[in-house]
């Protein structure tokens, strides 16, 4: 599975980007795609995940009710819209995908098996 992200950009605090990830294929009805952010000098972090099966989302606490995460079934993609942001959400955005993983694995990277080239978002304030 090859995954295509894009979107990334330069926003003032309290805009808004949308990010977009394709997979080449979808393999499993168990896909999970997400997106995690590494900023410089932190380790990588997990933003926010979609689970095909049962359409469950995930977030993490710090960017709850500010990004939501969707999917265009047709394409196998998932946006992620990310509104308000914060000096604080800078950082490189990578999207990830697995067909085998389980609800307590969602939000660790180490269990994603494929990942696209990451796309920067800045946030200024």
């Known amino acids: 599975v090859q995954l295509q992200a894009s979107g990334g950009g330069l926003v003032q605090a309290g805009g808004s980007l949308r990010l977009s990830c394709t997979a080449s294929k979808r393999t499993s009805s168990r896909l999970v795609m997400g997106w995690f952010r590494q900023a410089p000098g932190k380790e990588r972090e997990f933003v926010a995940a979609y689970s095909w099966m049962g359409g469950r989302t995930h977030y993490a606490d710090s960017v709850k009710g500010r990004f939501t995460i969707s999917r265009d079934n047709v394409e196998n993609t998932v946006y992620l819209q990310m509104n308000n942001l914060k000096p604080e959400d800078t950082a490189v955005y990578y999207c990830?995908?697995?067909?085998?993983?389980?609800?307590?694995?969602?939000?660790?990277?180490?269990?994603?098996?494929?990942w696209g080239q990451g796309t920067q978002v800045t946030v200024s304030s």
């Open positions: 990830a995908a697995d067909n085998t993983l389980i609800l307590s694995s969602i939000r660790n990277a180490l269990q994603y098996d494929y």
